[in-house]
């Protein structure tokens, strides 16, 4: 089974920043990456898919990139409505497997 | 536009079988290449995917459950239903089903549907 590891678990920033949250693959998963956004109560949203294609509707913000084991989710000019919990996925192999979620706070 | 919804019981005992019903708005299980899964989510805790089955019957489970899961869909009335049994406290979690085309992740999701399991 491929496991998924994010970094940080946690991160605080500010209306305005840019943050980066990483994820590993404990094996290769080509392109078969994608980003959801999870906010209280609500279902999680994608956000990303292939590692660096934005979902329809989804603002230009928000940008993915690697390939193979190590990936990225870069988003920009925080507002307050990106702050939330933010979780990857590969569906290269069975069984799909998710990270664990890191939690974007307001500093 | 694509919706789904899951339903079923908000309360089940320990060693019963939970059945969950995704009834699916916007897209047909009978078109090539689309499937429908389960994913679910642990009060405070990461999403854990469940099951997949496709337009053409493939099913696939998650090998940590995989005896206890039985996937199915009715395309007549664009419904899939997950079944688990023998429940047990750690199962409680919100359980959501999600749209997917082969070759892509999830893209539309359920509201979810929160499963306690208590004596």
């Known amino acids: 089974d491929i496991q998924m590891t994010q970094s940080p678990s946690s991160l605080s920033a500010s209306v305005g920043d840019r943050v980066t949250i990483t994820c590993r693959a404990s094996?290769?998963?080509?392109?078969?990456l994608a980003w959801f956004q999870q906010k209280p109560g609500k279902a999680p949203k994608s956000l990303i898919y292939a590692a660096s294609s934005l979902q329809s509707g989804v603002p230009s913000k928000f940008s993915g990139s690697g390939s193979g084991t190590d990936f990225t989710l870069t988003i920009s000019s925080l507002q307050p409505e990106d702050f939330a919990t933010y979780y990857c996925?590969?569906?290269?192999?069975?069984?799909?497997?998710f990270g664990q979620g890191t939690k974007l706070e307001i500093k | 536009q694509i919706t789904l919804k899951e339903s079923g019981p908000t309360l089940v005992k320990p060693t019963q079988t939970l059945t969950l019903t995704c009834t699916f708005s916007?897209?047909?299980?009978?078109?090539?290449?689309?499937?429908v899964g389960w994913i679910r989510q642990p009060p405070g805790k990461a999403l854990e995917w469940l099951a997949l089955?496709?337009?053409?019957?493939?099913?696939r489970y998650s090998p940590s459950l995989k005896s206890r899961l039985t996937i199915t869909k009715d395309t007549s009335k664009n419904q899939v239903v997950l079944t688990m049994t023998n429940m047990d406290p750690v199962d409680t979690a919100t359980y959501y089903c999600?749209?997917?085309?082969?070759?892509?992740?999830?893209?539309?999701w359920g509201q979810g549907t929160l499963v306690t399991v208590s004596s």
């Open positions: 089955i496709y337009w053409d019957d493939d099913k």
């Open positions: 094996q290769g998963i080509s392109n078969y």
């Open positions: 999600a749209h997917r085309r082969l070759g892509y992740p999830f893209d539309y």
């Open positions: 916007g897209f047909s299980l009978s078109t090539s290449g689309v499937g």
């Open positions: 996925q590969q569906y290269n192999s069975y069984p799909y497997s």
